[in-house]
């Protein structure tokens, strides 16, 4: 399985952006997905995930800013950002993990900076 992510950029504070992940294969349905991001200096952090079910989990970062959603029929994740701050600015990384074999496939990351 590859990840690759897609959607950062350059965003003023206030604004929003979409990020992407798609996944190659046939095999999104059984992948729990999230995302994760890193900022420089720092540890990489969970922002979000969501399981085969459809069930979340938004990290410390999200107070209510974030919405993360899948579509199977697109092997793809999203995170739907809004109201960034300069904060939020860290490359965001997709991670998957089967949930047969526990194997977890990471993206290569999307940097989004946010400006002040």
């Known amino acids: 399985v590859q990840l690759q992510a897609s959607g950062g950029g350059l965003v003023q504070a206030g604004g929003s952006l979409k990020l992407s992940c798609a996944a190659s294969g046939n095999t999104f349905s059984y992948l729990n997905m999230g995302w994760y991001r890193q900022a420089p200096g720092k540890q990489r952090e969970m922002v979000a995930t969501?399981?085969?079910?459809?069930?979340?989990v938004y990290g410390d970062s999200d107070k209510g800013r974030f919405t993360i959603s899948r579509d199977n029929a697109k092997s793809t994740v999203y995170l739907q950002t809004n109201r960034l701050t300069p904060d939020d600015t860290a490359v965001y990384y997709c991670?998957?993990?089967?949930?047969?074999?526990?194997?977890?496939?990471w993206g290569q990351g999307t940097l989004v900076t946010v400006s002040s």
């Open positions: 991670r998957g993990a089967s949930i047969f074999s526990g194997r977890v496939y």
């Open positions: 969501i399981n085969t079910s459809g069930n979340f």
